[in-house]
């Protein structure tokens, strides 16, 4: 499916560059290895955004606002999430490089994916906090595999602009790899 797109504007590029920075950070942070982000992108688009090359595991997000809730995702290729996962239960190298490969996920690494995806809210939180004053927040709403091809399971309208971020980045020594943040536009950008 083709996704219709607006060109970048300046206050969807900054709220792009911030959330990335913010997300990247703090888990860089936790996991105590370097997460370099090369390039960030923000369009507006009008469906989803599928999962492109590969598994990714869709960190569910929730932006409110005024009351009401807006469902987005961040999608993060599969191996780059068990590695994030598997830092964050501080398993040596050796074990995390193994843990990229895996298919099947047991319930340790599936509740330390949950933790990963508290994390990014909570880094997504303060900067929709922040760059609004308090009128938004965010909050994690669980995580989900995506298989290459599908879009990111989360509640939204055909048709509704969606902000589609897109972040290259590499993960300590592993290869560069991109992560898409998704969610409807109005439910990011507060109104002044």
Not at 22 to 35: E, N, P, V
Request: proline share 5%; glycine share 8%; net charge negative.
């Amino acid at each position: 499916m083709s996704t219709a797109a607006e060109p970048q504007n300046a206050q969807d590029v900054a709220l792009a560059n911030a959330l990335v920075e913010r997300i990247t950070t703090d888990l860089a942070m936790i996991c105590d290895r370097a997460f370099v982000v090369e390039s960030v992108s923000a369009e507006r688009a009008t469906a989803k955004t599928p999962a492109v090359g590969g598994v990714h595991i869709s960190f569910k997000l929730e932006v409110r606002s005024d009351g009401k809730g807006y469902a987005g995702a961040l999608m993060v290729p599969l191996p780059e999430a068990l590695a994030l996962a598997s830092w964050l239960m501080m398993l040596p190298d050796e074990t995390v490089a193994k843990n990229r490969e895996l298919a099947e996920l047991d319930r340790t690494l599936k509740d330390a994916l949950i933790e990963i995806g508290n994390l990014i809210a909570g880094a997504a939180d303060a900067v929709v906090r922040d760059r609004s004053g308090g009128r938004l927040s965010a909050c994690a709403k669980g995580c989900q595999g995506v298989r290459a091809g599908q879009n990111p399971a989360f509640e939204y309208t055909s048709g509704e602009p969606l902000l589609v971020v897109r972040a290259k980045g590499r993960l300590h020594d592993f290869p560069a790899f991109e992560l898409v943040l998704q969610a409807p536009a109005h439910a990011l950008v507060a109104p002044a």
